[in-house]
């Protein structure tokens, strides 16, 4: 079997295992990455070191041990129950919380934002005796859609970073026009009219006794540490080769020798294991897969399609993507359909004589935002469903659907919209 065929084939052979088993993708993506290294399909030089983007996973690994440590810290809580504390109303209290949500997952992962901003919501519930459901959901999708706009808030925004060579300040304003950051603040303006509307039936007055403190301010500074880092590697590292990943590794590794020598919340071996690995290899297996599939030229053919139901048209195109993205991240995961769409969209865009910018955006808004259709569309809304079944509070696709759809319509429509007005050409 040649590779031009066997590379498609250990790809979608992959996809469909991602979809039937999603807690086996690690091993499903790194064994089918190993296959064509097996066959001779591409050498292990190419897998390792010219397909995998290490600065982006290290960016990725780096940031999962500062987020972990800051979660740890409390800081964010003791920030949720103040911000719902100045609020007079129920419903006031939850849109600060969701609000705050979005905040967190900026700079943290989204599961970490739900686990640690659940409890709040949970609280506010009991002493109300109102059900959690509702918030709860709207907390899981508050965080999906805050994480697609910086560099380190998702996944997704950090494998587009890596394609493009985007720095962090470039998510804000991307050669001379407004970025992602801002679609995806408009997008959330949109959103949270939708969020206040459903929790429209909770008018009651709310009173909020902080119970949380803070346990320690050093990983609050090696956030912003972080932050700040990131802002400035542009300037030494332009292609987004080595130094995003490189800094944000020693951060990480500075966090752990303080959680060892200073903090002692716990064993920092135990910390490391818990860590998020499954992505981390799944993120290496498919980079291989993505990158030998996009040199079989299959990639190539898919663009060509695409361009061709367009009928030339750029908006048709810009549309199709769009809707594309978003149908399927509804259902699985957003992470190799994105790494396998991004060539595909960039080569459409070329062909077409569009922006990339104007196709790329369109695909991630879609990929992430997506997401927040279903409850199986991101791991953050898996959680907070399990979160309220442990509660007593099962919610079924159909309820979970009633706050999805629209929540991810008002965000996809408003930030679809910013990016063609800024865009198009």
Known sequence: ?????????????????????????????????????????????????????????????????????????????????????????????????????????????????VLLVAPVAFSLAERLRISPARIIILIAVSSNLQGTATLIGDPPSMILAG?????????????????????????????????????RGHREQARWIPVETVRAWTPTVLMLALVLGLASTSTFDPDFRWLAGTMTLALACAGLIWYRMSARWGSARELIRTLDWDTTFFLIGVFVLVGALSESGWLDRLAALVAAWSAGSLLRAFLLLLAVAVLVSGFVDNVPFLLAMIPVAQKAAD???????????????????????????????????????????????????????????AAVVAAAAFVWAIWAP
């Open 1 to 113: 079997m040649t590779s031009s065929v066997l590379i498609p084939l250990s790809f979608a052979a992959a996809y469909a295992l991602f979809v039937v088993f999603p807690r086996r993708r690690s091993a499903a993506a790194c064994a089918a990455a190993a296959l064509l290294v097996a066959v001779g399909a591409l050498s292990w030089r190419e897998a390792v070191l010219d397909h995998v983007q290490w600065n982006v996973i290290g960016l990725f690994f780096g940031t999962l041990v500062l987020a972990e440590l800051f979660m740890m810290s409390r800081m964010p809580a003791v920030i949720a129950e103040r911000i719902a504390d100045r609020t007079r109303t129920v419903r006031g209290a939850m849109l600060a919380i969701c609000l705050l949500s979005g905040l967190i997952s900026i700079f943290v992962e989204n599961v970490a934002v």
């Open 163 to 199: 394609y493009l060579k985007m720095s962090f300040n470039d998510f804000f304003v991307y050669h001379g026009r407004p970025g992602i950051f801002f679609a995806v603040q408009i997008g959330a303006a949109a959103a949270l009219a939708v969020t206040a509307w459903l929790l």
């Open 351 to 409: 062909q077409l004589g569009a922006p990339v910018p104007l196709f790329l955006f369109a695909l991630l808004i879609g990929s992430c935002l997506g997401g927040n259709l279903t409850p199986i569309g991101a791991s953050a809304n898996i959680v907070a469903v399990g979160l309220l079944r442990k509660k007593g509070y099962p919610v079924s696709f159909g309820q979970f659907l009633l706050v999805g759809v629209p929540f991810t319509a």
